[in-house]
C-alpha cells in the first residue's frame, strides 16, 4: 500500500468516526431484563422507536442517552407486523435525525448500522447496501416501504438502532432478519407506523372473521374457478364482516377482488390498516357452484 492510499483510507476512516460521533446522540440503549440491552433511535424529543420483537413481554424500560444519563420508559404502543415500537421518555430531548428518501437508496452504496450499549457507548456495523428492492409484506401482513439488506451481521445490543447513509441521514432502524441478516426497516415506515401508534396506541388491522385452511380442488372444479386451490372456510364469527356478508362454513374461497388466494397468508397481507372500512369481492365455491360475496372488511379485535 502506497502512502497515498494510506492516507485516503486513513482520512476516511476519520470522516466516518466523525459520522458516528456526530449521530450517535441520537441513539439509545434500552435496557431490558436479564441483563440485556438494545438500542431505539429518537424519533421527537421525548419519544424513542425500537424493534417491536424485542419489546413484547417488556413492563418496566429504562433508557440510555448519550449522556450516560437514565431515563424511565413507557411503551406506548407497538406493531408487531413492522417490527415498530413506540416508548414514551420523559426529559428525553436528545438530537433528532434527519431522513434520507429510501427512493434514492441503491444496492452498493455504504452504510453505518449504529446502535448504543448502556456500559461502552456506541455499536458500530459498517456495510454496504446489499438488497434495495421494492415494497414488501412482513408475515404479519405489514406494509414496508422497501426492502432493504445491509450486508453485515447484527448484534442484539444493536437491533433497534439507526442505518444512516454516509450524509448522516437516516436510511431507517436496524432489525434481526432470519439467518442473523441485517435488515432495515425504512425511515418512511418508521414515520407513518409511530404516528399511528402516538394517536392510538395500536395499529388497527383487517378483520373478515375466517377460519380458513388450503385446500386442493378437484379437476371439476378447477375449471370452474380457474384456480387450483382455494382456502376452506373451517369457521365463522358470527358477529363478523363474513357472518354479515353471507359466507357460510364449507364455502371454498378462491379470489379476492378477482385475484386468485394462493394461501391464508396472502389474505393477511391483503387485511392491512389501510383495508379497514374497504368492501372486497370474494369468489367462492359453494355447492358445486361459484358465488360472489361483498363483505366490508372490520377492524381485528383487541386480545382481552
Request: include cysteine; charged fraction near 20%; glycine fraction near 12%.
Amino acid at each position: 500500500m502506497t502512502k497515498s492510499q494510506a492516507s485516503r483510507l486513513n482520512e476516511f476512516s476519520t470522516e466516518l468516526a466523525d459520522l458516528v460521533s456526530s449521530c450517535a446522540p441520537a441513539v439509545v440503549a434500552i435496557r431490558l431484563r436479564g441483563g440485556r440491552s438494545i438500542s431505539g433511535i429518537v424519533w421527537r424529543a421525548g419519544y424513542v422507536v425500537s424493534a417491536a420483537e424485542a419489546l413484547e413481554e417488556e413492563a418496566a424500560l429504562r433508557v440510555v442517552s448519550g449522556a450516560a444519563n437514565e431515563h424511565e420508559a413507557r411503551l406506548l404502543g407497538r406493531d408487531p407486523s413492522t417490527n415498530i415500537a413506540l416508548l414514551g421518555v420523559d426529559g428525553l430531548m436528545q438530537q433528532t435525525l434527519p431522513s434520507a428518501e429510501p427512493a434514492t437508496l441503491r444496492a452498493g452504496q455504504l452504510a453505518v448500522a449504529l446502535g448504543r450499549s448502556p456500559e461502552h457507548g456506541p455499536i458500530v456495523t459498517f456495510g454496504s447496501v446489499a438488497v434495495a428492492g421494492a415494497p414488501w409484506h412482513s408475515q404479519l401482513g405489514g406494509r414496508i416501504e422497501r426492502f432493504i439488506r445491509l450486508g453485515a451481521s447484527l448484534t442484539q445490543a444493536a437491533e433497534g438502532g439507526a442505518v444512516l447513509s454516509l450524509e448522516g441521514r437516516l436510511i431507517g432502524m436496524a432489525v434481526l432478519g432470519p439467518r442473523r441478516a441485517l435488515l432495515v426497516i425504512p425511515s418512511v415506515s418508521i414515520g407513518r407506523v409511530a404516528e399511528l401508534l402516538l394517536a392510538k396506541g395500536r395499529i388497527g388491522r383487517g378483520y373478515l372473521g375466517i377460519a380458513m385452511q388450503p385446500v386442493q380442488l378437484p379437476e371439476a372444479l378447477r375449471r370452474l374457478a380457474g384456480a387450483d386451490v382455494g382456502l376452506l372456510v373451517a369457521g365463522v364469527d358470527d358477529r363478523s364482516a363474513a357472518a354479515l356478508g353471507g359466507v357460510l362454513l364449507g364455502d371454498v374461497i378462491v379470489a379476492w377482488n378477482g385475484e386468485p388466494v394462493r394461501d391464508h397468508r396472502y389474505v393477511q397481507r391483503l387485511l392491512g390498516p389501510e383495508s379497514v372500512g374497504s368492501t372486497v369481492t370474494l369468489a367462492a365455491v359453494r355447492a358445486g357452484a361459484l358465488i360472489e360475496l361483498r363483505l366490508t372488511v372490520g377492524e381485528r379485535p383487541t386480545a382481552g
